[in-house]
């Protein structure tokens, strides 16, 4: 099995609604989001997925989050925006955008050392 892996970024705000302490004040981050997709075989150029169709797909689910207050986008208007349901937006998000993908995972990395992973079933 390959795997291949793509690290991207965005900036957001959001607050995590009914939590009991600071991060249910609005705050913001510089998010790593971190997609590995995987293959059993290599295509004909030797490759399991092309790179660069992963960060334009990505880049494209990622600019509507950029620069927002996450608690006033949706799905986030209604599903708390934390570190888990951000992974998972995406990581649905980017299967939508590429079906015959095959992704394993999405981390959303709200620091250097705090993430959260989403991975299907």
């Not at 957001?12 to 913001?28: D, I, P, T």
């Not at 169709?53 to 925006?81: C, G, I, Q």
């Not at 649905?92 to 992704?103: G, K, T, V």
Request: glycine fraction near 4%; charged fraction near 30%; include cysteine.
């Amino acid at each position: 099995m390959y795997q291949v892996h793509v690290r991207r970024h965005f900036d957001s705000a959001h607050a995590l609604r009914g939590y009991q302490g600071k991060c249910e004040r609005l705050h913001g981050h510089r998010w790593e989001i971190v997609v590995c997709a995987e293959a059993a075989e290599l295509d004909a150029c030797g490759m399991a997925f092309d790179f660069s169709v992963l960060k334009r797909e990505l880049d494209a689910v990622l600019d509507e989050l950029d620069h927002r207050n996450l608690n006033e986008t949706p799905p986030f208007d209604h599903v708390n925006p934390s570190s888990e349901h951000i992974a998972r937006m995406i990581f649905e998000s980017l299967q939508a955008r590429l079906p015959d993908a095959r992704l394993r995972y999405v981390e959303a990395w709200e620091s250097p050392d705090a993430w959260a992973t989403y991975l299907p079933d």
